[in-house]
C-alpha cells in the first residue's frame, strides 16, 4: 500500500518571493511521483513528474521538484510565485510496476499568493 | 488542446435514487478512470477502466457502483442507490497505454445526495 501525506494545507506567500510545498510518501515498491495543480472550478492539471534519471524534475509555469529516495520526499519549488499561481497543489505517486495505474493523492496544499 | 469533458457539472440527487455521471475522455486514450474527493478529504482512486473492463478498483467501489462504455466516446459511472455519503466531486481521467503516461482529469461532477 502507498500512501502521501502533504505536510501544509495552506501555504501564504507574498507575490515574487520563494515556495516550497512538501511531500512525502511512503511505499514498499518502486514509484513514480507527480505534482498535479487544480485552479478554481478546474480539474486536475498535471505540474511535472518523475518517472526515472535526474531528480530534479522541472515543470510547467516555473515549478520544479526533486526526488529525494532516501528521505521519500518529492517537494515542489517556485522561486518566484505570481497571483496566478494561487491554487490548490496535489501530491500523488503511483506503482511503477506494470498492471497498476492508479493514483494515490495527499490532502492538498492550498496556495495563496498574496499582492 | 484536447481535454476530458464532465456532464452534468452539479448533480443534486435524493437518497436511494440512482445517478449516472458522464465522461468524454480523450479520443485516443485507451484507459480511463472515475476518482471521487469528499469534501475536506483526499482525491481518492474508484475504478480503473481498460479495453471494455475494469481493471483495477478500489474497495470504494463495491457493488452499488457501476462502469460503462456505452459507445466509443463515453465513460459513464451509476450509483444506483445513493447514499448521504456518497456528496462527492468525481473525477473523471483518461490516459494513454503506458502505466507512465499522464492522466488527464475533467473539470469533475458536484454530487449532492439530500
Known amino acids: 500500500a502507498q500512501s502521501v501525506t502533504q505536510l501544509d494545507s495552506q501555504v501564504p506567500v507574498f507575490e515574487e518571493a520563494p515556495v516550497e510545498l512538501r511531500c512525502n510518501y511512503s511505499?514498499?515498491?518502486?514509484?513514480?511521483l507527480f505534482w498535479y495543480v487544480q485552479y478554481p472550478n478546474q480539474g486536475l492539471q498535471l505540474l511535472l513528474k518523475y518517472l526515472s534519471g535526474s531528480t530534479l524534475v522541472k515543470g510547467i509555469n516555473g515549478f520544479e521538484a526533486e526526488f529525494n529516495k532516501s528521505q521519500t520526499s518529492f517537494h515542489l519549488r517556485k522561486p518566484s510565485v505570481h497571483i496566478s499561481d494561487t491554487a490548490e497543489y496535489f501530491c500523488?505517486?503511483?506503482?511503477?510496476?506494470?498492471?497498476?495505474?492508479?493514483?494515490?493523492f495527499g490532502k492538498g496544499t492550498k496556495l495563496s499568493v498574496i499582492p | 488542446e484536447p481535454e476530458v469533458t464532465q456532464t452534468p457539472s452539479h448533480q443534486v440527487t435524493q437518497m436511494g435514487q440512482e445517478v449516472i455521471l458522464r465522461c468524454v475522455p480523450i479520443?485516443?486514450?485507451?484507459?480511463f478512470y472515475w476518482y471521487r474527493q469528499i469534501l475536506g478529504q483526499k482525491v481518492e482512486f474508484l475504478v480503473s477502466?481498460?479495453?471494455?473492463?475494469?481493471?483495477?478498483k478500489s474497495e470504494i467501489f463495491d457493488d452499488q457502483f457501476s462502469v460503462e462504455r456505452p459507445d466509443g466516446s463515453n465513460f459513464t459511472l451509476k450509483i444506483r442507490s445513493t447514499k448521504l455519503e456518497d456528496s462527492a466531486m468525481y473525477f473523471c481521467?483518461?490516459?494513454?497505454?503506458?502505466?507512465?503516461?499522464?492522466?488527464?482529469f475533467g473539470p469533475g461532477t458536484r454530487l449532492t445526495v439530500l
Open positions: 481521467a483518461s490516459s494513454g497505454e503506458g502505466v507512465a503516461d499522464t492522466q488527464y
Open positions: 500523488a505517486v503511483s506503482n511503477s510496476g506494470a498492471g497498476s495505474y492508479q493514483l494515490t
Open positions: 479520443s485516443n486514450h485507451l484507459y
Open positions: 511505499s514498499s515498491v518502486s514509484v513514480y
Open positions: 477502466f481498460y479495453n471494455n473492463e475494469i481493471s483495477e
